[in-house]
């Protein structure tokens, strides 16, 4: 079993559709047993919502429906998780922060694992457009794709 959590900074967008993307994936190729997946984020101002409306709706119409609630990553997270994967550089370093000294969790940044898109990072679309949101599943897609084969 690998423990694999998704984090970005509101734990509302990018992580809890990166979650659902790479869910949906591994059930796809009979592999849900193989993984526990989870999401979180580096704030907690929306601990307990579910994901925004507008990332809700985008992902519904590529159908992945998120039901995650939104949690801040812990400590305890570095201990339990194999993988923590970051969307963007100042995921990572809010997490360098907080990693504790006794943490197993090798943190990756998931724009590295594109094959088809060039980003450096998942940008954060929740002062963006339509657009930015449908841009965020393009590139989940690409990337948890890639790491899902990467993980096997
Ligand atoms: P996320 O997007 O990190 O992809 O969940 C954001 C959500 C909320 C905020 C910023 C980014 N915020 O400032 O509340």
Same mark, same amino acid.
């Not at 400590?75 to 995921?91: E, H, K, Q, S």
């Given at each position: 079993?690998?423990?694999?959590?998704?984090?970005?900074?509101?734990?509302?967008?990018?992580?809890?559709?990166?979650?659902?993307?790479?869910? &949906?994936?591994?059930?796809?190729?009979?592999?849900?047993?193989?993984?526990?997946?989870?999401?979180?984020?580096?704030?907690?101002?929306?601990?307990?919502?579910?994901?925004?409306? $507008?990332?809700?709706? &985008?992902?519904?119409?590529?159908?992945?429906?998120?039901?995650?609630?939104?949690?801040?990553?812990?400590?305890?997270?570095?201990?339990?998780?194999?993988?923590?994967?970051?969307?963007?550089?100042?995921?990572?370093?809010?997490?360098?922060?907080? $990693?504790?000294?006794?943490?197993?969790?090798?943190?990756?940044?998931?724009?590295?694992?594109? &094959?088809?898109?060039?980003?450096?990072?998942?940008?954060?679309?929740?002062?963006? &457009?339509?657009?930015?949101?449908?841009?965020?599943?393009?590139?989940?897609?690409?990337?948890?794709?890639?790491?899902?084969?990467?993980?096997?």
């Amino acid at each position: 079993m690998v423990h694999i959590l998704f984090i970005c900074l509101g734990n509302i967008c990018r992580s809890p559709l990166a979650e659902e993307v790479f869910r &949906t994936l591994a059930e796809r190729g009979g592999r849900e047993k193989d993984f526990e997946i989870d999401s979180a984020g580096l704030i907690d101002y929306h601990e307990g919502e579910l994901a925004d409306e $507008r990332m809700r709706r &985008t992902a519904a119409r590529r159908g992945y429906r998120l039901t995650h609630r939104s949690r801040p990553v812990t400590a305890a997270d570095f201990r339990r998780f194999d993988y923590i994967v970051a969307m963007d550089a100042a995921n990572l370093r809010g997490l360098a922060r907080l $990693r504790p000294a006794e943490a197993k969790a090798e943190v990756v940044l998931l724009a590295d694992y594109l &094959t088809r898109h060039a980003s450096s990072s998942i940008p954060d679309p929740y002062y963006g &457009t339509a657009a930015d949101f449908e841009h965020v599943v393009d590139l989940c897609e690409d990337a948890c794709a890639e790491l899902l084969c990467r993980l096997a």
